[in-house]
């Protein structure tokens, strides 16, 4: 989105000529939409398994809100992987979602939460042993 806004300023900015108030507001409503999406995205601080509970807990935050927190159950958690691999490393991409049922209720991601895709594989290897569902796409 953030692109599309730019270029479309660019190419009215080279054409001062078709440069009004009203050719302004698209690319203004893109780069406003881009940004609250970004400052309304929830990032994962904390992320545990509690095991006298049974209970995942993952604590979280945006720019918009203070820390707030999900617990799911052992017994109604699921774990989806969602490996996207590119040509170099470099693409390479993990997506981890938690489940609750069939509800997706938190995504983990490299650039979201600022995790290695190691350490979103390391969240896998807990609830292995919890017996928690995993599904692999």
């Known amino acids: 989105m953030t692109i599309i806004a730019l270029i479309f300023a660019v190419v ?9 108030i009203f050719s302004l507001i698209v690319p203004s409503i893109l780069l406003l939409k881009d940004l609250y999406d970004k ?4 990032r994962l601080q ?13 604590l979280f935050k945006s720019l918009l809100s203070d820390i707030k927190q999900i617990r799911l159950s052992f017994d109604t958690a699921r774990l989806e992987v969602v490996e996207k691999k590119g040509k170099f490393k470099f693409f390479e991409s993990v997506t ?3 489940m609750k049922e ?8 490299k ?11 390391d969240i896998v290897k807990p ?3 919890y017996a928690i569902p995993i599904i692999e796409k």
């Open 46 to 58: 904390l992320l545990t398994f509690d095991n006298e509970k049974k209970e995942i807990i993952v």
């Open 39 to 42: 400052a309304s995205r929830r």
């Open 111 to 121: 650039s979201k939460d600022h995790l290695s895709i190691d350490t979103l594989q």
């Open 96 to 98: 981890l979602y938690l």
């Open 102 to 109: 069939k509800m997706e209720v938190f995504e983990l991601t």
């Open 12 to 20: 009215l900015l080279w054409v001062p000529e078709r440069l009004t």
């Open 127 to 129: 609830a292995k042993s």
